[in-house]
């Protein structure tokens, strides 16, 4: 190959959209006036640029309704679609409530009860 040629060359990496790779493929040969080479899940874009591609991308993504994922430029000549991570949602702990005062647990001295200690309805 011309050493030019493959630098203005373009690779899509497209492995993690997993079952949706096929109809984004359909879809940048929809939009692009070019040759698409595709090998697997990479897609090589000879005149289309980085920003353009992904563009197309957030515009597929958007279409199909995929949350989620995200589309790295990682250099000139390499865009890769991430999926989000999943991060795991910690259980919410059972806090316990404040401890009642001691005037408040001994229900037979209840006339002795200081007073400004207001207790909260039930």
Known sequence: MDPIKSESMLTVDL???KKN??????YLRSRLHEPIDVKGSQVRLTRTNARAAKLLLHKF?????LEGFRILVVHSGLIEVHASEKVKERPARATQGAKPSAWETISDLWYLTPPRIIRPGK
């Open 21 to 26: 790779v096929r109809p984004a493929v359909e």
């Open 15 to 17: 492995k993690e959209l």
């Open 61 to 65: 993504l958007r279409q199909l309704r």
